[in-house]
């Protein structure tokens, strides 16, 4: 973490920059600006012109080429103009090239602190910290499933917001058989991003195996919820299965079970839904469901149930 905010603060300085460099120049071009005020036409250069002009219509008027109504125009339009050029040429005075210097700080500092505050709120700290837990015990050569779950619950402590330290517990808690901390965690998922398919699944999933392989009214309900919005997802698909081959019909075990493989992204799930899927068909045969498409029984047949890696199907 440290290397990160080294980092942002060398980020950071070429913002500082050039929020100096204006400084430096302010000098320079204030007196641009007063030359280039001075060399303007000035109040008493605009009366001279006028005079000029006046006295040109004077002696235009006495040599009769206007008459005096033309005269009056004329000098009226002459001092308007006059009025004008003189409200043009006035100037507020130039402030110190020094002014507003303390300004320069405090934008420097609000940025500092804006940034920091945006980071901190739309940034990866919180994985980056995450990740940083996890990677201090992996790399103990004699790292163990207990220490990883222990850093990762002070993650979940310090972050409780943050949904990757929830995603990085449930399956460990799930694989070490702690069902109810495994169902807690994924609850607080469902909390944070919402009732997704693929969450419910694995809900369903896991209060299946819980409740010894039963599609009780709760699960069930989970199960109508998910396949109401993905008809083939693919973790409700495997566990479907599973409950099919338990119940003996191979044939609907084998059905949703490709159904299954097809929507998957995890090869160790497929080969042992493919392997599940053997196991099946050879039942299928014995049992002469092949022939008569009914359930056999698994009891009088000697079935058990298919390769332990089905039990657990990830998504």
Known sequence: MTQLWLAFAILLLPALWLLIVPLRRAEGVRAAQCAAEQSEPGTEQNVAIYRRRLASLEAALARGDIDAERFEEDRLELERGLLEDTERSRRSPLKSALSGRLLVPVTMICLVVASVFWY???????????????QQVLQKPDASVTELVEALEIQAARQPENVNVWRALFPLYRDTGQVEDAE?????????????????????QLRYFAAGRTLDEDVQSLVDEVLAEAPDQPTILGMLGIDAFENGNYRLAIERWRRAIAGMGDT?????????????????AASGQARNGKPGNTQTNGGASPDAAIDRVVD
């Open 120 to 134: 901190r709120h739309e940034g990866a700290e919180g994985d980056l910290a995450l990740r940083a837990a996890q």
């Open 184 to 204: 807690s965690t994924l609850s607080r998922l469902i909390e944070l991003e919402g009732r997704r398919p693929a969450l419910l699944a694995e809900l369903a």
């Open 268 to 284: 160790r799930s497929a080969d042992a839904l493919r392997q599940g899927i053997e196991t099946a068909q050879q039942r299928l």
